[in-house]
């Protein structure tokens, strides 16, 4: 779509058109995604002998210190993005020591593109031989900040949203609005690294499709969804897809009947199908996986950016092309084993790219069965998404 004139903006500043979202909830989200934003991600500090170093201003954040300039022989890679970028804080947690190679991360928890730019933005400045970009599963939760900037984000979001109402409903419009801002930042990123010279990757993001049942309590009221769970849970799986199917037909967005539609499929081996069901649930309720994951391809395609798809890697890995709780601990955060396939993959595409950072492949093995500690806490995980009505959704 065309770009939003500025003077449509400022008419909706004047007419004080009211915000969908609130401020970040907890003082602690008020203090990472707010309060500290005021400031760089790093302050450059030099010593008396001359020497200098970047050192990391976020609190929560994994990133470590580092030199300025870049020292000789240095190949830097800066990862950015939200969480799950700070589950790659590095390859030594691999066992694996490739000289020269000098990681960066600057996940955080809870930002989405508008901050990750920001933090882009900055470590263009640092010499970085390699950025990869991890972004998607915070897009469209917007946590307001005091201020200018974040209200006219916000309200340039209502805008593009009311655009996409002309034609969707409510909830699609959302999500398309969600999809179409993260798709112009990462464009604008992809177009200032291949001016700057500096190679980009952008990864697609993998999910827990097959264990994380929707937020809410089970639809019991509804006829089709009730006797579709009575006939599930007595392993008629036929006649309780039947049932999800008709709820379906009455409501779209009944996730329940979708999700455990994707289950009875399951259960009759049916997995491609299956897995179809399961990512309607993620791209009905949040706009991904598969839906943001295809915008991610295609800006990198389109922008000779490099393209890790960890979507398709976590998939190949699992069993039956459908992912859960061996790989995840939650919806999206994968168990630290799998860090030798994420990086296993970025360091192919960095390669594919021709850059010299990763002259080599990173080994990689697949994981073992997860530990008895791990299946516990795997477990409580999926309790809490089953009986979660003390957890608010992201609506």
Request: glycine share 8%; aromatic share 10%.
């Amino acid at each position: 779509m065309p770009d939003i004139p500025l003077l449509n903006i400022l008419v909706l500043v004047l007419l004080g058109i009211l915000s969908q979202t609130g401020f970040a909830q907890t003082p602690e989200q008020a203090a990472v995604l707010c309060a500290d934003l005021e400031k760089p991600f790093f302050s450059v500090v030099c010593a008396k002998d001359g020497s200098c170093r970047a050192v990391p201003q976020r609190r929560e954040g994994s990133a470590q210190e580092f030199s300025v300039p870049k020292p000789a022989g240095v190949k830097r890679v800066f990862v950015l993005g939200e969480s799950v970028a700070s589950l790659l804080y590095t390859v030594d947690a691999l066992n694996v020591k490739v000289a020269g190679l000098e990681v960066i991360n600057c996940g955080m928890g809870g930002y989405e593109t508008s901050r990750i730019q920001d933090v882009f933005r900055e470590i263009l400045n640092y010499e970085p031989d390699l950025i990869v970009v991890l972004s998607g599963n915070n897009e469209g939760r917007t946590f307001r900040c005091p201020g200018f900037s974040s209200a006219m984000r916000e309200r340039r979001a209502r805008l593009v949203e009311r655009f996409y109402g002309l034609w969707n409903d409510a909830r699609l419009a959302r999500i398309k609005t969600s999809l179409k801002i993260q798709e112009t930042r990462l464009d604008a990123m992809a177009v200032l690294a291949r001016k700057r010279k500096v190679p980009l990757i952008l990864c697609t993001l993998p999910a827990n499709i097959g264990g994380m049942p929707p937020f809410g309590a089970l639809p019991l009221a509804g006829g089709h969804f009730a006797a579709g769970m009575v006939l599930f849970e007595k392993g008629e799986f036929e006649k309780a897809a039947v049932k999800f199917e008709l709820e379906l037909r009455a409501n779209r967005y009944d996730l329940f009947s979708r999700f455990y539609l994707g289950k009875t499929r399951e259960a009759l081996k049916r997995f491609g199908v299956a897995r179809e069901s399961y990512l309607g649930v993620l791209e009905l309720s949040a706009g991904g996986s598969a839906t943001r994951n295809h915008m991610i391809r295609q800006v990198a395609a389109r922008r000779g950016a490099g393209l890790c798809d960890l979507e398709s890697a976590f998939y190949a890995s699992s069993k039956n092309g459908i992912t859960g709780f061996t790989q995840f601990t939650d919806a999206m955060h994968w168990w630290p084993s799998y860090n030798s396939l994420a990086w296993y993959e970025i360091a192919r595409t960095a390669r594919g790219m021709g850059t010299a950072v990763f002259k080599a492949p990173l080994p990689y093995s697949p994981p073992g069965l997860l530990s008895e500690e791990d299946l516990k806490k795997s477990f409580s995980y999926a309790l809490a998404y089953i009986d979660n009505s003390c957890l608010s959704p992201d609506d």
